[in-house]
């Protein structure tokens, strides 16, 4: 089975409540895991795209993968906007937890299944879309086609984002172009939360099913994306 969550949101230290996104969010955390628990079993995978902790270092994000790392299933994670703890690949991998695979400009092969992806960022249509956005949205397609092609002799393709690749108005955008010249054949993304759920697209687009898996969105329970993997 493969399954996916978005935006945990971890903090160790109890100072970012996201209660501030609604009622629903209040002990999220256990939640979580209580869901996770009772759906995911060991040898499934959970795909996390982005916003795992609110941790800053590396040093402090121990506690919060060693935690994510305990629970059943292989994690393939990706990183979100607010995950600034996460650093070089080779760091990331030198922690040495079992069960988690760091999605950096690589991507992750379960037999005939591939899984890539990237960060992604704001859609150029945005209103506070700016030159510096523009170079961080360039390097971002970069990245999400490095990924794609190093999976790209997989029979099907999993790509993952963190924000939704879709503008605005809700059309699709240049990262979904380049998903579509890959074969890609289902996309999850999260970072959306409340109000923000209005912008969450999901369904077959242009032959690509569209998934949004932010915590709160899916009742902070894994979702099922695929019974075989």
Sequence with gaps: MIYAIG???????????????????????????????????????????GDISWAL???????????????????????G????????????????????????NNSYINGDIGIAGTR???????????????????????????????????RDIIAIMHYPPFNI???PNEFVDIMKEYKVSTCLYGHLHADGHKYAVEGNISGITFHCVASDFIDFKPKLILEEC
């Design 169 to 171: 108005d809700l059309t």
């Design 57 to 79: 270092r590396l040093d402090e994000v121990k506690g919060d993968l060693q935690k994510i790392d305990m629970l059943p299933g292989k994690k393939i994670m990706l990183k």
């Design 120 to 154: 992604g960022w704001i859609s150029r249509d945005n209103d506070e879309f700016n030159e510096d956005d523009e170079k961080v949205f360039k390097r971002e397609e970069m990245r999400l086609r490095m990924s794609l092609d190093s999976a790209k002799k997989a």
């Design 81 to 104: 906007n607010h995950d600034y703890w996460w650093t070089s690949l080779s760091k990331l991998v030198a922690l040495n937890y079992e069960s988690i695979f760091y999605l950096q």
């Design 7 to 49: 935006d945990l949101h971890l903090d160790h230290t109890g100072q970012k409540p996201m209660d501030i996104f609604g009622e629903k969010w209040i002990n999220h955390e256990n939640n979580i895991i209580d869901n996770w628990m009772q759906v995911v079993k060991n040898d499934d995978l959970v795909i996390i795209p």
